[in-house]
């Protein structure tokens, strides 16, 4: 993402990068392209969790997924990381600020205040 992300972009990107296994999925696929069976014994984690973390990162624009088919006809899914820098400073993120469209909800817990 070469351009100045909207706010609704990076609350998307943010929410992305806030797990750690998420982090972890960025780390491991800086080495290249992975398919999920692979990633999943590399991370230690069920091919399941992983795919739900997979999902969140591609919704965000952060990784993409390309379904192939291996030499013995088995179709396997390999991510990759998508280019992206995002400079986080305290204009940026109030630049984006301005350009929310999403309500945030107040969670149980502000609502009883």
Known sequence: MDEVPTGDELLKVLGALGNPHRMRIVGALLEGRNYVSALARELGIGRPLLHMHLQRLEAAGLVVGTLELSESGKSMKYFELTPFCFALTPQSVA????????????????SAK
């Open 95 to 110: 630049s984006a600020a301005l350009t929310l469209t999403e309500e945030e909800r107040p969670t149980m817990k502000e």
